[in-house]
Structures are given as structure tokens and as C-alpha cells.
């Protein structure tokens, strides 16, 4: 098959069986519970701290990868890089977290060595996103360890990671060795959000989960990134490639505010190399965007790094085709399942159409942002 056709989901999750088996045998949150409801027993998913409408149902669609493999037939999927789904390894000690970050690394390995090809093809069908064991009180060395065992795996591409970092957040200097690691490694940092923003915003009414998953979520990126960028991690390492969730929250719509902010600001103004729109310009986004407009929007932003590089000439207007480059379909898959059994999953086919129609994107530009952008991403071939 050409390669330029493949269809490729950068966001996509799994509960290795290993880690869905620790999940069950907790009795505090994050776990998996089974519970009776109208005489029916059914498994559900607990991993928020203050989980809305009794967590969500789960099964074998979250661990069991032929339930990958058929969903992604459903939707014409030909490749997925899978990552393991919140909230990782972030409420284990730092013992725990280190040896089941190598065991889930060394599973999900296997997990994508042993499954299929895309016919006729050397491509595999799965490719996979690391752990690293991120928590308070973990040594850099078994940081490093895992970011090398990672890079040594053919089939991790990248790694996924929360907002914590080791107990500080994102922009905490201990982190410095581990960025350097991961960006002489090539690997591509998948930034995915788990904790939201305070809850005490979405007020006493029964929304369900939709104001910490359309809100809380992607605010949740938005400072993580911003924290990242005004500690100069980009700076100091200018070859990281960070891959943000929901394509980049509300980063993108504030990020000339965000450059203003530190221009007018006495103990920022001065500490970054470049204007904040040049670092946002340097991000890649999934498309888990839902709409057309919003994937047009962002890929316009994209495109404005080279304007905003310091002592650049370049007045070029933004262009969309050109930050299309930065964007890549995802699923999000299994979460968002249709609430009646459908073949086709409308929060897939929804985000696929947005693809399809956004204004001032080529057929070509499409294509990329399907599968060829991911494919160059993450060097497979
Ligand atoms: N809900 C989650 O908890 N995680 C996701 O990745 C998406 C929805
Ligand atoms: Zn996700």
C-alpha cells in the first residue's frame, strides 16, 4: 500500500493487561471496580480524584489488542501509535514506578512487535509511546534508565508523559538531564493531561465528565506547555519535539497574549530567546479537534514560528498548508465510545471529517495530516 495513503492515530490509548490488573486490585482511586447496575455486573473505570457519575465503563477495548485491531479495521485505521492512558504510573511510589515502567515498556514493545503488518508492507501496524517512571523521590538515573530502554525498543517511538513531572511540574530543573536524554534519543514527548483544573469551577450540578474532559483537560495542557516554554526548556533543548494532546487546549487561541504577557513583564521579559509565538510554532498538535475551523485555526498559528525567530526578516503571512505539517489525526480511542452501538464511532468519524474539510488544506495537506505527517514524525517506514 503507498504510504501516502495510510491512515495513522498518534492518539490512541491502552490498559496493558499488566496495568489493568494492578488497577483492579486497588480499592482507592485510580481503579477498576466492578459493580451491579439493574442486576447486571459491570466493570468501571475510576480514575479522576473526584470521578463524576460513578467513573466509566470499561473492558476489553482498553487492554485486549485484538479489540484494538478491530477498531481500527472499523475505521479504516492502518497504523496506530498506542500509549498507555492516565493517569500512568503518577500515584505509585517511586520503587513501584520504576520496575512496572520497564515491565509495561518491555509489554508494550511486544505488545506492537508481535501484531501485524500493514500488508504488503515492512510498516507494522502498532507502534507504541513509553512510560517514564515520573513521581516524587525517583532517581534521575532510573529516569534515564527508562528513556534509554525506550530509545533501545524499535517499535517505542516516543514516550508519553502527565504534568507533574517528578512532584513540581514541567518546568522544574531536575527534569533538564532527562529532556537532554530524550532529545538526543529522538524520541517525541506525547503531553497528555490527567488532573484537569480545580474542580471547584464547574460548580453542583451533575455534568457528567463533559466540563473536566472539554475543559479541564485541555487547560490542564495549556499551562504545562506554557510553563515548559517560559522556562526556557526550549531554549536549552531546541531539538525537542513535544506532541500536545486535544491540539494544544487552549494554547494556540492565547498564544499572542501570551507573548505580550512577557514582553510587559519585569521578571520574564528578557529570559527567552525568542517571542513565545516561535516556541508554539515549533509544537506538533494531534487533531482531536472535532471540527474544521479549529484544525484550520491551529494550523495557522503553526505556521508563524519562522516570523517570530529572533532577528528573523520574515513577515511571510501565516499559511496554513505549512502548519498542517504540525498536525496529526488521533481517536483518542477507547474513550468517547458512542452511547448505542454504531459501526463507526462518531467521535472518529467526526474528527476524520474535520480533516476533510478544512479551507486552504490540499488534497496533499490532508493526507498529511491523516498519516504522512505521522509517519515522518516518528521515522516509520
Ligand atoms: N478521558 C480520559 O480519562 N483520558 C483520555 O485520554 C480521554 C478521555
Ligand atoms: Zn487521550
Not at 517505542?156 to 513531572?165: D, N, S, Y
Not at 484550520?296 to 499559511?319: C, H, K, M, Q
Not at 467521535?347 to 480533516?355: K, Y
Request: glycine fraction near 8%; aromatic fraction near 8%; include cysteine.
Amino acid at each position: 500500500m503507498a504510504t501516502t495513503k495510510l491512515l495513522v492515530d498518534i492518539h490512541t490509548h491502552v490498559y496493558l493487561p499488566r496495568y489493568a490488573n494492578m488497577l483492579r486490585a486497588r480499592s482507592s482511586v485510580p481503579k477498576i471496580m466492578t459493580t451491579t447496575i439493574d442486576g447486571k455486573e459491570q466493570d468501571r473505570l475510576l480514575i479522576l480524584d473526584h470521578e463524576p457519575s460513578g467513573g466509566r465503563p470499561v473492558g476489553p477495548q482498553y487492554w485486549d489488542r485484538d479489540q484494538k485491531l478491530v477498531f481500527m479495521d472499523q475505521h479504516g485505521i492502518d497504523v496506530s501509535v498506542v500509549s498507555t492512558a492516565n493517569p500512568w504510573l503518577d500515584f505509585l511510589p517511586a520503587s513501584q514506578a520504576h520496575s512496572l515502567a520497564l515491565e509495561l515498556n518491555t509489554d508494550l514493545e511486544q505488545y506492537c512487535s508481535t501484531g501485524p503488518n500493514v500488508t504488503s508492507s515492512s510498516i507494522k501496524r502498532l507502534y507504541g509511546f513509553g512510560l517514564l517512571p515520573l513521581v516524587p523521590e525517583i532517581t534521575t538515573a532510573s529516569l534515564l534508565e527508562a528513556v534509554k530502554q525506550i530509545s533501545d525498543f524499535p517499535h517505542l517511538k516516543g514516550l508519553i508523559m502527565g504534568t507533574r513531572g517528578v512532584g513540581k511540574g514541567l518546568d522544574d530543573e531536575a527534569l533538564d538531564p532527562v529532556w537532554a536524554a530524550i532529545e538526543a534519543a529522538g524520541l517525541v514527548v506525547f503531553l497528555h493531561p490527567h488532573y484537569g483544573v480545580d474542580g471547584k469551577a464547574w460548580g453542583g450540578k451533575d455534568n457528567g465528565h463533559v466540563l473536566p474532559l472539554a475543559l479541564g483537560f485541555p487547560f490542564e495542557t495549556t499551562t504545562a506547555a506554557t510553563r515548559l516554554i517560559l522556562s526556557g526548556v526550549f531554549d536549552r533543548f531546541p531539538k525537542l519535539r513535544l506532541l500536545l494532546a486535544h491540539s494544544g487546549g487552549a494554547l494556540p487561541q492565547l498564544s499572542s497574549r501570551l507573548a505580550s504577557c512577557i514582553d510587559h513583564d519585569p521578571v520574564v521579559a528578557s529570559r527567552l530567546k525568542h517571542d513565545a509565538r516561535f516556541y508554539v510554532g515549533k509544537l506538533y498538535l494531534d487533531a482531536v479537534a472535532y471540527g474544521p475551523e479549529e484544525l484550520g485555526f491551529v494550523s495557522e498559528i503553526l505556521s508563524r514560528a519562522n516570523r517570530y525567530e529572533s532577528g528573523s526578516l520574515s513577515t511571510e503571512p501565516a499559511d496554513r498548508k505549512l502548519g498542517s505539517k504540525r498536525v496529526l489525526f488521533g481517536t483518542d480511542h477507547p474513550f468517547f465510545p458512542p452511547l448505542s452501538s454504531t459501526q463507526k464511532w462518531k467521535s472518529v468519524v467526526d474528527n476524520l471529517d474535520a480533516i476533510d474539510s478544512v479551507q486552504g488544506w490540499t488534497e496533499e495537506d490532508k493526507s498529511g495530516v491523516r498519516g504522512t505527517n505521522a509517519l515522518a514524525l516518528f521515522n516509520i517506514s
